[in-house]
């Protein structure tokens, strides 16, 4: 099992340019999250998935942010324009189930300059 | 959601057991208790959860008041490796309660 994959570990970018985050969760989980952490702010859960539909994106910062789950396999975060105040660590999660455990990937830190 | 309050840090010896507390007092009776940890440049990781009994896994147990208002994880023999931040989260284990919402954690520092 490799885990949660994300891609890619780190992204620099400019301001205004378009910035994809993918993620590939564990297979067989039918749930997919998003997760940004800072310095000020921690762990804050952007949106997330079950079943390729997404649920709950009520933590997505504004009309930037966008996040698909095409298939089971495969789910993207894409921020356009990008901001210097978008520079976070982005992870995503996935779980088997509505009550199982969260699996985390290692993470994309993104800086924005 | 129901809140938690942990301490900032705590530091503790290598190979002496490590008591992490966390409070919950507004916990309700559906509310499990989790506890990840996020290792440096890491994701979080899945440490262990219960509901009123105390639990054991192969890495680490977690104790549970009768009142379930407070709760206690036990690493019982400390590595450098169980440097980390520790999450203790309230989650509702319904269907359509799936979020995780995580506060700010203990950093716990291993002293050699």
């Known amino acids: 099992d490799a885990g949660v994959i994300q891609s890619p570990r780190h992204e620099v970018t400019e301001m205004g340019q378009e910035v994809t985050l993918r993620c590939k969760p564990i297979?067989?989980?039918?749930?997919l999250f998003w997760y940004r952490q800072t310095m000020m702010r921690g762990l804050e859960l952007l949106i997330y998935?079950?079943?390729?539909?997404?649920?709950?994106d009520s933590g997505m910062p504004e009309d930037r942010f966008s996040a698909k789950m095409p298939n089971a396999s495969f789910s993207t975060l894409k921020i356009q324009p990008s901001e210097p105040r978008d520079s976070a660590v982005y992870f995503c999660a996935s779980s088997a189930a509505y009550n199982s455990p969260l699996h985390f990937g290692n993470g994309t830190r993104l800086t924005v300059t | 959601d129901a809140k938690t309050t942990q301490p900032n840090s705590m530091e503790s010896n290598e190979e002496e057991p490590v008591h992490l507390p966390c409070n919950h007092s507004?916990?309700?009776?559906?509310?499990?208790i989790h506890w990840y940890r996020q290792l440096p440049s890491q994701g979080p990781e899945y440490v262990i959860h219960g509901l009123t009994s105390n639990v054991n896994n192969r890495m680490a147990s977690l104790a549970i008041a009768e009142d379930r208002k407070s709760s206690t994880l036990i690493l019982h023999r400390a590595t450098l490796r169980d440097a980390a931040v520790y999450y203790c989260?309230?989650?509702?284990?319904?269907?359509?309660?799936?979020?995780?919402?995580f506060g700010t954690g203990t950093r716990l520092t291993i002293i050699p």
């Open positions: 989260i309230l989650r509702d284990e319904g269907f359509g309660n799936e979020k995780l919402t």
């Open positions: 297979s067989g989980h039918d749930y």
């Open positions: 507004t916990i309700s009776g559906t509310d499990y």
């Open positions: 998935f079950n079943n390729n539909v997404p649920i709950d």
